[in-house]
């Protein structure tokens, strides 16, 4: 089912493209399989933005290129600072719509020994995809993210992330992440594309905790509880 590409790397064979992806990377600097080829099924909503889709606006408010966004939450999984085994990534306003970021395999996270668990990976993906959003000041959780595993990762290695928004169409915002091993410039371990969809505080009230909603609200970093549930759409 895959091809294999440049630099021993290798890519999903998608149906109907010969095995080729039309898109380009943004952190390859090729069209982004978001924009070109499609994976979706039929019947699915799925990654490639519809035609009326435009292209994202970094929010006036948006924090400064090179601004730590901090943890939107303490025991977040991805970010949380109150988590002993979570990722602890730690992520940045990029220029426009992106986001950096970074994480650190520790023990905790293995899967094979030695190696970072794909599912943590697929975590740390989605944590930085997540962050994009607060550069649009929407609140937004994953529809769907599909990732691309292309060289393990060992345990010690801290990976360079980043992701950036490709479109946005309605409620749905459509974005796209890399994670490079050892440095931002590092050789591709993951790549994924995603689409979140906007929602509002009540889904975070309704579905999960409301007290622990309520006493997230009342944390003194006001960034930290208007990142997480107070900015609607
Ligand atoms: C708070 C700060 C966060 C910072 C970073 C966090 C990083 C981590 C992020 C996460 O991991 S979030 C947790 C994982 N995700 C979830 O738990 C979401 C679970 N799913 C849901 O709650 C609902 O399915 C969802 C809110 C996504 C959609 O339900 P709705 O009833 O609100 O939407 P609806 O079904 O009406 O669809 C709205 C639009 O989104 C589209 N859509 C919905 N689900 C989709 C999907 N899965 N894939 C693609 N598109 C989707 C749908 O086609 C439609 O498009 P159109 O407007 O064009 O008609």
Redesign the pocket.
Known sequence: MSAPVKGGERRRKIPGTNGHTAGKDPAEGRVSRVSGATTDSPGR??LTP?PDAGPPVRHPAAPAPGEPLGA?YDL?F?CGGGQPHGLHVRSYAGEGVTVTAEFTVQPAHQGAPGLAHGGILVSAL??TL??V??LLQA?A????LETDFVRPVPVGTTLHLRAECTAV????IYSSAVGRIGSPDGPVAVRADA?F?R?KVE?FTK?GRPDEVKVAMTDPDARKVA???EVNP
Do not use: Y
């Not at 169409?169 to 749905?172: L, N, Y």
């Open positions: 909503p799925g519809p939107h977040c991805g989605d944590e997540g962050s959003n607060w609140i959780v994953t529809g769907r169409a309605g409620r749905k689409v969809i929602v889904h579905n990142r997480a549930f």
